[in-house]
């Protein structure tokens, strides 16, 4: 019995115990399977001809894309057995852009990517991430819908898209993935997300991330405009200045190189400036206590080895944070794409291309599921290195 197997016999029972059918749960382990040994694009078809011939391939697609089964159970049952094994140091908001042929998959819409230059067809969904020091794994995730797909009657009857949803900007999506668990997420760990998205109005989010009662911390453009709370930097003005002339006028306030993250990737790291500030859209109000306003924020420069290049600037609300604890914060973003190369992107989270809103949605959840199961195998066997496990 292969590592995979030994371990859906042991949590399929507990992963899938919300399926009320039993062929249905008995098909929820072959799917999961397939995702986790079937080389190449985790299509329908691939996986039916890896696991037992091309007749599996309509239950697979009937099973994802038509059946009625709720998948939120399963995210919170990975969550139920993934937080105590690999208990997190905090959450990590991540996109998920996917270019797409046509526009017949669920929530395509046009999108710029900066990476390309271009305006393409695309899917944009937002991950919850666990990120532990035994490994970062994702729990939930949302897709986005654009107005185009919330107000065609016809295309959303057809995505089956429920009277739910409604339009979203990416950090409310971003938010409600958080939102959709968090009754299930031990303790108040913070949220780390980078706001750094082309059209991401930055104010706003944090504005939506304190009203919902989320710790943050959030990586934003060098342009935004904040007030200085901080009495020793002289020369900025009363007024909002932006973080680069906040960040310069500070450069002297240095941090000592910590703990860059989960599994100690990546150069080491400095804080290489802090400044209490506040947004332009709340009024600076001293306490007379000399204690910080709810308001208050704390804006960072990190940096590596690499020299100014490599700089990032975040905004936190972790106040009474030390040096480490930040820059262990800031870290945490890139254990998380290391395990989407590594695993997620790996075993098909991109790879249902169906116009079923509850098909894109079960398809996630289920890639979850693998991950979380992939995670396992690897403290047991080392299963992620070898050749058949997880092969693109």
């Known amino acids: 019995m292969s590592g995979h197997d030994e371990l859906l016999r042991e949590l399929g029972t507990q992963l899938f115990a919300s399926l009320p059918r039993s062929d249905q749960r008995r098909m929820a382990l072959t799917y999961v399977r397939g995702l986790l040994t079937t080389r190449g694009r985790k299509s329908f078809r691939n996986m039916a001809l890896s ?78 991430w666990a990120a532990s020091p035994r490994g970062c794994y994702p729990l939930a995730w949302r897709l986005l819908l654009p107005p185009e797909w919330l ?43 980078d706001l750094c998205g082309p059209g991401i109005d930055t104010a706003a989010a944090v504005h939506r991330l304190r009203s919902a009662g989320i710790p943050f911390m959030v990586r934003v453009y060098r342009t935004l405009r904040l007030t ?71 804006l960072l420069r990190t940096r590596t080895d690499a020299g100014r290049q490599s700089d990032e600037v975040w905004l936190t609300d972790m106040l009474d944070a030390d040096s480490a604890t930040l820059l262990h914060m800031t870290a945490l973003p890139r254990g998380v794409d290391d395990a989407f190369v590594r695993v997620t992107e790996r075993i098909g989270i991109r790879d249902f291309t169906g116009r079923s809103y509850g098909g894109w949605n079960r398809h996630t959840t289920l890639a979850s599921a693998a991950h979380a199961l992939a995670l396992l195998s690897d403290e047991r066997t080392d299963l992620l290195n070898s050749p058949v496990a997880l092969t693109t």
């Open 51 to 128: 696991l037992g011939g091309p007749r599996l391939e309509q239950s697979l697609h009937h099973f994802v894309s038509c059946s009625a089964w709720d998948w939120a159970p399963v995210a919170r049952a990975v969550a139920d057995i993934m937080t105590p094994v690999a208990p997190p140091s905090g959450w990590v908001l991540r996109n998920l852009v996917t270019p797409r042929e046509g526009d017949s998959t669920v929530g395509v819409h046009k999108r710029f990517l900066a990476g390309r230059g271009q305006v393409v067809n695309a899917q944009y969904a937002v991950g919850l």
């Open 151 to 193: 107000e065609d009657d016809v295309r959303r009857t057809r995505a089956s898209i429920p009277d739910s949803r409604v339009h979203e900007t990416p950090v409310e999506c971003a938010a409600e993935a958080y939102l959709s668990l968090a009754a299930e997420l031990r303790g108040a760990l913070p949220v780390v997300m």
């Open 228 to 298: 200085v709370l901080d009495p020793t930097l002289r020369g900025l003005g009363p007024g909002p200045v932006s973080t680069y002339q906040i960040l310069a006028a500070a450069e002297s306030l240095r941090g000592q190189p910590a703990d860059p993250g989960p599994r100690g990737e990546g150069p080491p790291c400095t804080l290489a400036a802090a400044v209490r500030v506040r947004s332009p859209h709340h009024p600076v109000a001293h306490a007379p206590d000399g204690s910080h306003d709810p308001y208050d924020l704390l």
